[in-house]
């Protein structure tokens, strides 16, 4: 299982960005219908923490900071899982990283970086 992420950048306060990953497999199992997804960030001197999760069953959570701003969804038919980022703040300014994960096993992509400024 291989995860891409992409659409990071630089934006100012108040703006919006969609971070998309590819999810592709070499295997017959439909991972669709089992592996969650999320979208994980780490800040400079900090720890990666958890953004969004979104289920095989397409349940969402969401970390406390970043609720009624950030949607996560995911689009099955095109192996891709999205985060949607509204009123982005300074704050917000990280490496994005997705993960799959499926039976127990993580599968994470590279980063991509997202800049807010203020």
């Known amino acids: 299982v291989q995860l891409q992420a992409s659409g990071g950048g630089l934006v100012q306060a108040g703006g919006s960005l969609r971070l998309s990953c590819a999810v592709t497999?070499?295997?017959?199992?439909?991972?669709?219908?089992?592996?969650?997804l999320g979208w994980y960030r780490r800040s400079p001197g900090k720890q990666r923490e958890l953004v969004a999760t979104?289920?095989?069953?397409?349940?969402?959570n969401y970390a406390d900071s970043v609720k009624g701003r950030f949607t996560i969804s995911r689009d099955n038919a095109k192996d891709t899982v999205y985060l949607q980022m509204n009123s982005l703040k300074p704050e917000d300014t990280a490496v994005y990283y997705c993960?799959?994960?499926?039976?127990?096993?993580?599968?994470w992509g590279q980063g991509t970086l997202v800049t807010v400024s203020s």
């Open positions: 497999t070499i295997s017959t199992i439909n991972w669709r219908a089992t592996m969650d």
């Open positions: 979104i289920s095989s069953g397409e349940n969402e």
């Open positions: 993960k799959g994960t499926q039976w127990g096993r993580e599968y």
